[in-house]
T-cell receptor
Framework: AQKVTQAQTEISVVEKEDVTLDCVYE???????LFWYKQPPSGELVFLIRRNSFDEQNEISGRYSWNFQKSTSSFNFTITASQVVDSAVYFCALSERSSGTYKYIFGTGTRLKVLA | DARVTQTPRHKVTEMGQEVTMRCQPILGHNTVFWYRQTMMQGLELLAYFRNRAPLDDSGMPKDRFSAEMPDATLATLKIQPSEPRDSAVYFCASGLPGSSYNEQFFGPGTRLTVL
C-alpha cells in the first residue's frame, strides 16, 4: 500500500540556518507524483512543488530546493538561509497514476519553527 | 487571483445539531476534495468528486456525513447529527481536469467546534 513518512515531527532552527525536511514514500507504481505543500499559521495549504517519477532532476526555486531520489524513495526539501516567514507545517504527498484518481496520500507533516 | 472559497470559516455548534459547510471551487476545476485535519489523524481525505459525481467517499463516516455537488460552483459537506469528535478543520480543495499530476488548490478551511 502507498505510504508517505515524514519522520521529523518538529524542527527548530535559528534564522539563516539551512534546514532539510525529509519525506520517504512507498508505492508499487512506476508512475507517480510527489508534492510538497506549506501550511502557514493562517491555515491554508499552499502548493510548493510537484515532481513526477520519471524526472529525478533536482529543482531549485530561490531559497527552496528539492532532492528526489528514487533509489531511496525520498523527496527531501531544503530551505537555505531560513527566515521566520518559513515557519509553518510542511506536508509531503504522493499521488499514483494507477489509482485512476487524483487522491493524495499525505504525510503527517513537519512543523518548522524558525527563530529570530 | 482565483481561489477556493469556504464558508463558514468558523462554526461552533452543540452536539446533535446539523452542520453544513460550503465550498466554491475555482472556476474550471472539475475535481473537488473534502479533507479533515485533526492533531491526532492529520489530513484525511473524506470524499472527492469529478465532474460533480462522487468518486470516492470511503473516508467519510456514512451514518452522519454526506457530501454533494448541487452544481459545478458549489460543494457541500453536511454532518447530521454532529458529535464532539467531529471537531476539526475541514478543507475543500479543487483541481484542474487531467491526471493525478495536477496540484490541488486548497481553501482556507472551516474550523468546526462541536460542544
Amino acid at each position: 500500500a502507498q505510504k508517505v513518512t515524514q519522520a521529523q515531527t518538529e524542527i527548530s532552527v535559528v534564522e539563516k540556518e539551512d534546514v532539510t525536511l525529509d519525506c520517504v514514500y512507498e508505492t508499487r507504481d512506476t508512475t507517480y507524483y510527489l508534492f510538497w505543500y506549506k501550511q502557514p499559521p493562517s491555515g491554508e495549504l499552499v502548493f510548493l512543488i510537484r515532481r513526477n517519477s520519471f524526472d529525478e532532476q533536482n529543482e531549485i526555486s530561490g531559497r527552496y530546493s528539492w532532492n528526489f531520489q528514487k533509489s531511496t524513495s525520498s523527496f527531501n526539501f531544503t530551505i537555505t538561509a531560513s527566515q521566520v516567514v518559513d515557519s509553518a507545517v510542511y506536508f509531503c504527498a504522493l499521488s499514483e497514476r494507477s489509482s485512476g484518481t487524483y487522491k493524495y496520500i499525505f504525510g503527517t507533516g513537519t512543523r518548522l519553527k524558525v527563530l529570530a | 487571483d482565483a481561489r477556493v472559497t469556504q464558508t463558514p470559516r468558523h462554526k461552533v455548534t452543540e452536539m446533535g445539531q446539523e452542520v453544513t459547510m460550503r465550498c466554491q471551487p475555482i472556476l474550471g476545476h472539475n475535481t473537488v476534495f473534502w479533507y479533515r485535519q485533526t492533531m491526532m489523524q492529520g489530513l484525511e481525505l473524506l470524499a472527492y468528486f469529478r465532474n460533480r459525481a462522487p468518486l470516492d467517499d470511503s473516508g467519510m463516516p456514512k451514518d452522519r456525513f454526506s457530501a454533494e455537488m448541487p452544481d459545478a460552483t458549489l460543494a457541500t459537506l453536511k454532518i447530521q447529527p454532529s458529535e464532539p469528535r467531529d471537531s476539526a478543520v475541514y478543507f475543500c480543495a479543487s483541481g484542474l481536469p487531467g491526471s493525478s499530476y495536477n496540484e490541488q488548490f486548497f481553501g482556507p478551511g472551516t474550523r468546526l467546534t462541536v460542544l
